[in-house]
């Protein structure tokens, strides 16, 4: 079994800025990507970020690029979604996501992955 664990959501205003978390854990599986979604109130889960685990290049949703960055930590398997000038449109329940080698599809689909953590509340008021 693979667990994802997300951590680091809050309330902040708008402008602020929050760091979200995703600590991996259990079994090992080879990595095409490990990226963030949300789901915000009464909308589809939707991509946010990915970051390719060979190589590194990292793509984001066009509603977030320039105020979030994603980011890894090999030391301790864990994966960082730092988000800045936050707006309250960014109010989501953020999702850490893996995507094995052995999916297919587009790393903006979330069909591509296969693992999911439980969410982490964002909320940003105006």
């Known amino acids: 079994q693979v667990q994802l664990v997300e951590s680091g959501g809050g309330l902040v205003q708008a402008g602020g800025s929050l760091r979200l978390a995703c600590a991996a854990s259990?079994?090992?599986?080879?990595?095409?990507?490990m990226g963030w979604f949300r789901q915000r109130p009464g909308k589809a889960r939707e991509f946010v970020a990915t970051?390719?685990?060979?190589?590194?290049?990292?793509y984001y949703a066009d509603s977030v690029k320039g105020r979030f960055t994603i980011s890894r930590d090999n030391a301790d398997d864990t994966m960082y979604l730092q988000m800045n000038s936050l707006k309250p449109e960014d109010t989501a329940l953020y999702y850490c996501?893996?995507?094995?080698?052995?999916?297919?599809?587009?790393?903006?689909?979330?069909?591509?992955?296969?693992?999911w953590g439980q969410g982490t509340q964002v909320t940003v008021s105006s």
């Open positions: 259990g079994r090992t599986f080879s990595r095409f990507a």
């Open positions: 996501a893996a995507s094995p080698t052995s999916y297919t599809g587009p790393y903006y689909s979330s069909a591509r992955y296969a693992y």
């Open positions: 970051l390719m685990w060979r190589g590194g290049s990292t």
